[in-house]
């Protein structure tokens, strides 16, 4: 009998297909950064001020954050593909704009308009697409492999980073204007693709149910490969309607000014508190400076003494082949190293190398050899450390901790939030560092140091947590809690012995 491989089901195949969303996200985030610093885009656009450098770069995600809001009540309107076929052909149409701009006769100023009304069409467009690709995955996905098919589009993310860095170092070597137009022309293509191609993909079956288009979902589900027989098309469609009547919530705009029952049911004590750690988790994850790191890697680098063109561009793309790599470790072993202390150890991680590269900036030694290997190193510690605790599986986090009834309503809200401090950190990381060389640094440490002291006294683990219901009764007391009456019961036991009365993580995970 020979050997036989087995043909993936089809609903990979779909996840692969629209994880280029991903793709292009992941590679305008890697891209801008070394366009915005060629030679060739300065002698088009000029050489921009700190500031307007980072509202070049940051002018996607502020019209990107307005249109997340509206895209998950439009993906239940017209369905999760056609969001995404609008919303890849509205950035295609912005990325031609930004890959045209500058031709032909003009001020600098004229020509400079146009790049930016480019990048705001662009950021219109990634703000539906992206939205709605990631309900597509997880919807089109059996539940048993729901997570390892929805981290395809993490790691077309962190793909696209990687690709975005090393094109534009390959770039960087034409002499002409083609150096910073090709990489605005490959992710039109990109985007073309995907805006067509999204056109002929099956619907989620969730979605079809939610218009009550049940016999079109029963064919998707066999189109699928979720089911072959009969009866287990039931189950699974079975299934998903109750998914669909359980978890099913308002979107987009309607769940955050919603004065109706989403906002009553936030207004729990539970929920709220719930709702309040997985918005400030993701606000949490930006004021780590992970996207100061990402848009700006070129200037970082050359900062810290690489100084051609071609050697921070190389440099910046050996973080993204880490932050690659970094991915897929997560993907394998975030589930055995648990939620909580993933979280909290790569954090001081984070503090470690942001207050290294502060302190080295701010020490008269700063200009040697030495220290700048160093800060190159310590660059490349935060960015392993980020992408292995605070990237994925903080999103993780804050979406599972939900309980059904709110979860669309918080990861609205949490979502758009993360966008508004993307926004925020990309804009001002240029003004800062052109203030101070050391001072951003010490910033991002600072926040992450204080999300850290939350996370310890506040963050329960949920790691192997099955059901709903368990996860209500590990939030009825914070580690907070649990370490209070761990060190009143250890003091009771102890009295006025010298023995220490500190408890271990353990007794304060167990503590009843």
């Known amino acids: 009998m020979g050997f036989r491989l087995k043909a993936p089901p089809m609903y990979i195949w779909y996840a692969l297909f629209v994880s280029q969303a991903g793709l292009l996200f992941g590679f305008d985030t890697g891209s801008i ?3 915005t610093v060629m030679d060739q885009f300065q002698k ?7 500031t ?6 940051s002018m996607i995600l502020l019209t990107a954050a307005i249109s997340s809001v509206f895209a998950g009540h439009l993906a239940d309107k017209i369905s999760r593909t056609y969001t995404t ?3 890849a052909g509205i950035f295609a149409i912005g990325s031609l704009l930004q890959a045209i701009a500058g031709l032909g006769e003009g001020t600098r100023s004229a020509k400079l308009g146009v790049l930016l009304l480019g990048r705001s069409i662009a950021g219109i467009g990634e703000g539906f697409f992206l939205t709605s690709t990631q309900v597509y995955i997880i919807e089109i996905a059996p539940g048993h492999v729901r997570g ?5 589009l993490f790691m077309g993310i962190t793909g696209g ?3 975005g860095y090393f094109l534009c170092y390959a770039t960087s070597k034409i002499q002409s204007t083609m150096a910073w137009r090709i990489p605005f022309f490959w992710q039109t293509g990109i985007a073309t693709i995907l805006s067509l191609g999204s056109i002929f993909l099956p619907h989620s079956p969730r979605w079809l149910l939610h218009v009550n288009r049940r016999d079109e979902a029963m064919v998707t589900l066999e189109r699928m490969g979720m089911g072959t027989a009969a009866e287990k098309e039931k189950q699974e469609l079975l299934a998903i309607r109750e998914n669909v009547i359980t978890q099913e919530a308002p979107r987009g705009i309607k769940s955050i000014l919603s004065a109706g029952k989403s906002l009553k049911l936030l207004a729990k004590k539970q929920n709220r508190w719930r709702a309040s750690l997985a918005i400030f988790m993701m606000i949490c994850q930006q004021t780590t400076g992970i996207d100061g790191v990402l848009y700006y890697a070129p200037v970082l680098f050359s900062q810290a003494g690489l100084s051609s063109q071609s050697s921070s561009f190389l440099a910046s793309g050996v973080t993204a082949i880490l932050m690659l790599i970094c991915t897929a470790i997560s993907l394998t072993y975030s589930d055995r190293w648990g939620r909580r202390p993933t979280l909290l150890y790569t954090g001081f991680g984070i503090v470690l190398s942001m207050f290294l590269i502060g302190g080295l900036y701010a020490s008269p030694s700063a200009n040697t050899s030495g220290a700048k290997w160093t800060i190159v190193a310590a660059i490349y510690l935060f960015v392993i450390t980020f992408t292995i605790g605070w990237s994925m599986i903080l999103r993780i986090y804050a979406v599972e901790i939900q309980p059904m009834e709110t979860r669309a309503t918080v990861n609205s809200l949490s979502h758009s939030a993360n966008w508004v401090a993307n926004y925020v950190i990309a804009l001002t990381t240029p ?9 951003p640094y010490f910033f991002f440490g600072g926040c992450t140091a204080f999300a850290l002291l939350v996370y310890i006294m506040y963050m329960p683990e949920t790691q192997g ?5 368990n996860m209500d009764k590990v939030f009825e007391i914070t580690p907070l809690k649990k370490l209070r009456k761990s060190l009143k019961e250890r003091v009771n036991r102890t009295g006025n012995t010298t023995g220490s009365i500190l408890p271990s993580e353990f007794e304060m995970q167990t503590a009843a």
């Open 33 to 35: 950064g070394p366009i």
């Open 44 to 50: 088009d656009f000029g050489h921009t001020s700190p």
């Open 52 to 57: 307007m450098h980072g509202v070049i770069i």
């Open 85 to 87: 076929c609008l919303g």
């Open 148 to 152: 390892r098919v929805s981290s395809i």
């Open 161 to 163: 980073l990687c690709f």
């Open 431 to 439: 003004v800062f560092l052109a203030r101070s060389a050391c001072g």
């Open 465 to 469: 947590i099955g059901s709903l219901e």
